[in-house]
């Protein structure tokens, strides 16, 4: 199980390689893919010129690192990543990859949900959209929240 927090580009299909190569008891890999969208959440005629991620370096990968840990604990996953990307992105740009794999599909399924809707959450991150030629921080939504409450215990 694997978190890694970077400014650099990831390979998805390298990655899914070196996640599943030499488990023979991984029956199922699910993948999500987040990108950067051509346009402002609120302001959907306004394309972004750029979103700037930030985060605090140490906590972010211990939460991201507990979240994970908690995906474990409810289902029997052989292997898992999260990759999330920092700093200014473009439209287009991949943010995050979340894969989960285990020996059947739906534990792979409802791992990987749980692991986005947590991460929407949960995990320590700040975007700064820019465009227009103005700033905004982009506001945490309810329907993320309503999301992730279908996960508590």
């Known amino acids: 199980m694997t978190v890694r927090v970077q400014r650099e ?12 190569t030499g488990n023979p ?6 993948t999500f893919t987040g990108l950067v969208r051509d346009f402002a959440a ?3 005629s306004t394309t972004p010129q750029s979103m700037t991620l930030e985060h605090y370096p140490g906590m972010t990968e211990r939460q ?26 473009a439209p287009g740009d991949r943010i995050v990859l979340v894969v989960t794999a285990s020996a059947h599909r ?5 791992a990987n949900a749980f692991l986005i809707d947590w991460l929407k959450t949960k995990a320590p991150f700040w975007k700064l959209e820019q465009a227009g030629g103005e700033r905004r921080w982009v506001e945490a ?8 409450a279908r996960w508590q215990r």
């Not at 580009?9 to 599943?20: M, Q, Y």
């Not at 991201?64 to 992105?89: F, K, M, T």
């Not at 739906?106 to 409802?110: K, N, R, S, V």
């Open 9 to 20: 580009d990831f390979d998805t299909a390298a990655e899914l390689e070196r996640l599943s």
């Open 25 to 30: 008891r991984i029956g199922a890999v699910v």
């Open 42 to 44: 609120e302001q959907p």
């Open 64 to 89: 991201l690192g507990d979240i994970l840990a908690e995906a474990e604990s409810r289902w029997p996953l052989e292997a898992a990543l999260i990759i999330h990307r920092y700093g200014e992105l």
């Open 106 to 110: 739906q534990a792979a399924f409802e």
């Open 141 to 148: 939504k309810t329907s993320d929240d309503t999301a992730a």
